[in-house]
């Protein structure tokens, strides 16, 4: 079965670039999904088919795929993007994968 | 503004059964595949099933096949999840979502299976 591999946490300063890795055999060739998820909320897309993201994410979220890693960049950090971060592809066209999620702390 | 609101989640002991529905608004419900995705106290999203947009195609993850059924109803924008046989290892925050590229989330409903 296809797995998804992220890292448990990853730390940024405030106003600096994050970037959070999502690693999986050739998931260039499959489209990837970000989700945001703050403690007590459902998930949020914050990026999807690999590098789009939905009217209302900030610019400063952006997502890029290729050969065996996708990659979520966060640029000028803020407080409020402490999170945890989810990436997802269709293993198949009948089955979803996501992968472990990483915390986001904003230093 | 798309809504997904879920209900139904309750305590249940193990062996038991339960029903889960999600109201659909807000966007044209048989245009999309619906999906199931779990997410236990403390731990991360597990995807559990899809249906397409008509109903006659059902996928699940191995974790759930054969004790779990998703469905739809069009006529009433509503999706369900049967879940049979139940398990302690299946308490947790049960979401449904939207599309292909699960775009909107509801909150969840939650499922507790404890003696």
């Known amino acids: 079965s296809y797995e998804l591999t992220q890292p448990l946490s990853v730390s940024v300063a405030l106003g600096q670039t994050a970037r959070v890795a999502c690693g999986g055999s050739?998931?260039?060739?499959?489209?990837v999904q970000w989700y945001q998820q703050k403690p007590g909320q459902a998930p949020v897309l914050v990026i999807y088919?690999?590098?789009n993201r939905p009217s209302a994410i900030p610019e400063r979220f952006s997502g890029s795929n290729s050969g065996n890693t996708a990659t979520l960049t966060i640029s000028r950090a803020q407080a409020g993007d402490e999170a945890d971060y989810y990436c997802?592809?269709?293993?198949?066209?009948?089955?979803?994968?996501f992968g472990g999620g990483t915390k986001l702390t904003v230093l | 503004e798309v809504q997904l609101v879920e209900s139904g989640g309750v305590v249940v002991q193990p062996g038991g059964s339960l029903r889960l529905s999600c109201a659909a608004s807000?966007?044209?419900?048989?245009?999309?595949?619906m999906h199931w995705v779990r997410q236990a106290p403390g731990k991360g999203l597990e995807w559990v099933s899809l249906i397409s947009w008509d109903g006659d195609s059902a996928n699940y993850a191995d974790s759930v096949k054969g004790r779990f059924t998703i469905s739809r109803d069009n006529s009433k924008n509503s999706l369900y999840l049967q879940m049979n046989s139940l398990r302690t290892e299946d308490t947790a925050l049960y979401y449904c979502v939207k599309g292909g590229d699960l775009d909107y989330w509801g909150q969840g409903t939650l499922v507790t299976v404890s003696s």
């Open positions: 997802q592809v269709w293993a198949s066209t009948t089955h979803v994968v």
């Open positions: 088919r690999d590098s």
């Open positions: 807000g966007f044209t419900f048989d245009d999309y595949t």
């Open positions: 050739n998931i260039g060739s499959k489209n």
